[in-house]
């Protein structure tokens, strides 16, 4: 039998959530494991608010009249909803509550690098969401999440200042979790914990965090140029001043595109680690998919062009677009063929965290195969800002980032808070997640390629039935992620205590008592095996 | 190495070091100093896309609006900028030096190296409020009081847009740097430095030497166009 890791210490009955008591306790606490949790519950947070203006724009949408709100209101409505879901939910869910979590445990480290930093960047984002809640209890902004310039600079009448400080302030937050998890990555890995004996979550991890190294700060002086525009009158992105509006399409896609990439690679991380566990295989392909997730932050900055196709940029440089947006699909069906494969003769279990991590391979296949449609230049000028868009965007970023981030939580929540969920209820949830999103959002496939516009509250009559469609599966969906919300709350109270392993998973992670105790190992664990090295022993294990 | 001393760091050693300047969840100090130094680098990674936003911008620009860039850049005082490049590459060198005190464990010399950068420092930020109220006393800050002769006021505009925006920049992380290097001062004052620790001089001694670099840059785009 192997032993890969050496035998730990089960006698602690400390740990990081019984440690200390009372608020003062978690605002000042330094331990990742809490940062993650006050993460946990400022996310969830958003992701309500955000759903909320969400459930808005479809009952609207439900007729093909503008009878519930007025056009501006409506403008206001899909705005705040990409701002929230996008910068406050999309962005950091996975990184700031499960990676913060998990990046640590995973590679044998009591902390991150900098525990004070990783606080801090907790307090900016809650700053910045202070600021985007007060634009929108001032009435909202309504230049859409993207805020082309210069009608955001010049001639909104809307909270554009307040979001944008929210939104540069957050921005600052990603820079500082990214900085914090590439220097622990690199510099606090246990004995033993060679490079490619990282869990596949951390290249996932590693790789992000070099988007929001580089990526993070050009967004954030593009968004400070705005608002200099706008208190100033200075003309930088202003025709009417000789400025140039393109340039900050450029820099705004520069960032906003790889922004992608933050969502899903930490999503696909999280797969990586369902996958493997609930298939009781060694993945396949180790290596390919470590470096696929560099591959695709690489080949994520060299694509930004795609989303000016239409703007008036230069034919060249869309069809040079075109050809290295294409590319990217390459990495992503390495990991979606690795995934396949691993799964091929494997003694697959379908548990509530495997269910939404295949749920993630299907939309996210949808959601890619439907990229490769708009990477190409003229497809692209037919359905360009019309449903399908809507549709695909969606499809990866909702699609793949939430499924991914509810089986993760899923596969987790038994290490982060010790309990048990009931195993029926999160089956039965993530079926209802799949069944309402693919009604929402399929139906919006064929909208865009009729040709229904994005952001109209009103559209012709033939376009209702299928309106009525989405909006039908936004109530299921919506009800789908209320269900886990309720049992993950029930099960703090009511579930069965937790064992440390109950996946029978592999991983440094599940070596420590659940919840860890606040130093997360009380002997720097030594390494000296492979990762996911599921053996047959194990699959015994996995039966009983 | 790290996997012999590893059994022996538990989470007790924080307790056990006291004030010690070991962190609980470093194995040793030299782990420590690493991460810190790679933090800052990559720190500086991040600061390099922030400006490289506004210099992709004035590239963009100046290749639009060649002439106007040059007219509007003879409008800035070259000497006055000459000074400030010539103060700030001095500053480097006794923030090199402030280093170099600390890992020699010579508190006092600390102290005085990372006085005189700051006085440096002042020196520059004094120069920028000199030229900042000529350029307002010249109505050359944009926005609706800009004022500019000839064909290129527009494109005078512009360059002064990114001048203030580049430069403000620049200043306010001149302003941090020196808030940083008082904390250190007193820091150094209270003796909390050795030459086995002085991480926080090293890394502020980063930060200050990429102020400075990214003023190197700024000073012939912003200052010489015209006399190139």
Known sequence: ?544 | MRAEMASGASSATSVELGRSPLAHHFDDLEQQFEASTLGMWVFLITEVMFFGGLFASYAVYRSLYPEGFAVASRRLDYLLGAFNTAVLICSSLTMALAVRSAQLGQSRALRLFLAVTMALGLVFLGVKVVEYSHKIHEHLVPGPSFRFEGPHARAAQLFFSLYFAMTGLHALHMVVGIGILAVLWILAWRGRFSPQYYTPVEVAGLYWHFVDIVWIYLFPLLYLISRT
Not at chain 1, 364 to 378: M, N, Q, R, S
Not at chain 1, 472 to 498: D, H, Q
Not at chain 1, 508 to 513: C, F, N, Q, R
Request: aromatic share 16%; charged share 10%.
């Open chain 1, 1 to 544: 039998m192997s032993t890969p890791l050496v035998e730990l210490p089960r006698t602690s009955r400390v740990n990081y959530l019984n440690v200390s008591y009372g608020i003062r306790s978690w605002l000042f606490t330094t331990d990742h494991k809490r940062i993650a949790l006050l993460y946990l519950a400022s996310v969830t947070l958003f992701f309500f608010l955000g759903g909320f203006f969400a459930v808005l724009i479809r009952l609207e949408l439900m007729t093909p009249q503008g009878d519930l709100v007025q056009s501006e209101t409506y403008n206001r409505l899909f705005t705040m909803h990409g701002v929230i879901m996008i910068f406050f939910f999309l962005i950091p869910a996975i990184p700031a509550v499960l990676g913060n979590f998990l990046v640590p445990l995973m590679i044998g480290a009591r902390d991150l690098a900098f525990p004070r930093l990783n606080l801090l960047s907790w307090y900016i984002y809650t700053l910045g969401g202070l600021f985007t809640l007060a634009a929108t209890v001032f009435g909202g902004v309504d230049t859409g999440w993207t805020f082309y310039t210069p009608y955001s600079s010049t001639y909104s009448n809307s909270n554009v200042m307040l979001t944008a400080v929210g939104i540069f302030i957050t921005g600052f937050s990603s820079i500082l979790t990214g900085l914090n998890f590439l220097v622990t990555i690199h510099k606090m890995r246990a004995p033993g914990m060679t490079w490619f004996r990282l869990p596949l979550f951390i290249w996932a991890h590693y790789a992000t965090s070099i988007i929001m190294i580089l990526g993070t700060p050009v967004v954030a002086i593009a968004i400070l140029l705005v608002g200099l525009e706008r208190l100033f009158h200075i003309g930088i992105f202003d025709p009417k001043l000789g400025g140039d509006p393109l340039l900050f399409q450029h820099l705004f896609w520069f960032y906003s595109h790889p922004a992608v990439y933050i969502m899903i690679l930490p999503a696909m991380g999280v797969i990586n680690e369902l996958i493997t566990c609930f298939s009781r295989r060694r993945i396949f392909g180790y290596s390919f998919i470590a470096f696929s997730s560099i591959a695709i932050a690489v080949l994520g900055f060299l694509v930004w062009g795609h989303h000016m196709f239409t703007s008036g940029q230069s034919i060249y440089a869309g069809m040079v677009f075109s050809v290295l947006t294409m590319l990217v699909a390459i990495p992503s069906a390495v990991k979606v063929f690795n995934w396949t494969a691993t799964l091929y003769k494997g003694s697959v279990s379908y548990q509530a965290p495997m269910l939404y991590a295949l749920g993630f391979i299907g939309l996210f296949t949808i959601g890619g195969l439907t990229g490769i449609f708009l990477a190409t230049l003229a497809v692209d000028v037919h359905v360009h800002d019309t449903y399908f868009v809507v549709a695909h965007f969606h499809y990866i970023m909702v699609g793949g980032t939430i499924m991914a981030y509810l089986g993760g939580l899923h596969y987790w929540w038994p290490k982060m808070t010790g309990k048990i969920y009931p195993e029926g209820w999160a089956r039965f949830a993530a079926l209802v997640i799949f069944v309402g999103f693919n009604l929402t959002f399929f139906p919006q496939f064929i909208l865009g390629y009729l040709g229904m516009p994005r952001r109209y509250h009103v559209y012709p009559e033939e376009f209702q039935v299928l309106n009525v469609m989405s909006s039908a599966g936004a109530s299921i969906l919506g009800v789908g992620y209320l269900i886990p919300m309720i049992y993950f709350i029930w099960s703090l109270r009511y579930g069965p205590k937790a064992p440390e392993n109950p996946w029978g998973a592999k991983g440094l992670e599940w070596l420590v008592p659940s919840p860890p105790p606040p130093h997360n190992f009380d002997v720097t664990p030594v390494v000296t095996g492979e990762p996911y090295d599921y053996t047959p022993e194990s699959e015994e294990a996995h039966a009983r």
